[in-house]
């Protein structure tokens, strides 16, 4: 139950960083990047969301496996919120 949890955590976080702070924008500012050309997994959710599902997994246990199964869960609970338009911005 703990490993949903982190999943849980770890979407949510990504769609907040991706869809409700723009992290992407600040960080193309930051770098100098042009506004338009993309840099991932800043501006994807979905891979955001992997990354941060693995961090946390790992940080939650030392071993490889429950970190990606954790990353993998996040991924599928992204794109559920996403389906559901839960974050939904006008």
């Known amino acids: 139950m703990e490993s949903f949890y982190n999943a849980v955590s770890a979407a949510v976080i990504a769609l907040l960083m ?3 702070i723009s992290i992407q924008t600040y960080i193309k500012r930051w770098l100098n990047i042009d506004e338009w050309q993309p840099i991932k997994p800043f501006d994807c959710s979905l891979c955001m969301s992997f990354w941060i599902g693995l961090i946390i ?5 030392v ?3 429950p ?4 990353a993998l869960m ?3 609970c992204e794109r559920i919120m996403n389906k559901a338009k839960l974050f939904w911005m006008p």
Not at 67 to 70: A, D, E, L, N, T
């Open 63 to 65: 071993e490889i496996w």
């Open 67 to 70: 970190s990606v199964q954790v």
């Open 18 to 20: 991706t869809e409700v």
């Open 57 to 61: 997994g790992a940080a939650a246990t």
């Open 74 to 76: 996040a991924v599928l």
